[in-house]
């Protein structure tokens, strides 16, 4: 069975445009509810062991350059097959193939900056959502 929680993270690009409420205002009119939520910012080594599992490919020091480039709001959301419905209000990630109407064909200025980062599975959405967030700030 699907999970009921997924972590979201928005993006520095985002954040920096402006777009922080609109993307809230779209995870919540589709059915979401924000469990936990922080505005915040991640050093280059906080980014570097978030992105780990990335070390070794070739994009990693332009990842977490970028994601701790400026402030990202990272929130862990609940709803019914939560990851699943998520990923299709994102869209692709690379924003030219995204569907309209999802978050990255409105917001995302290109596939590296791509607006928001949603969780791949019920298990990723765990340890990314504890990544940022104590137990004590989960509602």
Not at 18 to 38: D, L, P, Q, S
Not at 105 to 118: C, R, T, V, Y
Request: net charge negative; aromatic share 10%.
């Amino acid at each position: 069975m699907a999970g009921k929680r997924t972590f979201t993270m928005i993006k520095p690009d985002a954040v920096g445009a402006g777009n922080t409420g609109a993307i809230i205002k779209m995870i919540e009119e589709a059915g979401f509810k924000i469990v936990a939520m922080k505005k915040t910012y991640m050093s280059k080594e906080r980014a570097g062991q978030f992105y780990a599992v990335h070390k070794e490919r070739p994009f990693y020091e332009d990842l977490t350059n970028y994601m701790s480039s400026g402030a990202i709001v990272p929130m862990i959301l609940e709803k019914d097959n939560a990851v699943e419905d998520f990923r299709k209000l994102i869209g692709a990630t690379n924003p030219k193939e995204a569907a309209e109407g999802t978050i990255r064909k409105l917001f995302a200025e290109s596939i590296e900056a791509n607006a928001i980062h949603g969780s791949d599975s019920d298990e990723n959405a765990t340890i990314e959502g504890n990544f940022f967030f104590a137990e004590t700030e989960k509602f």
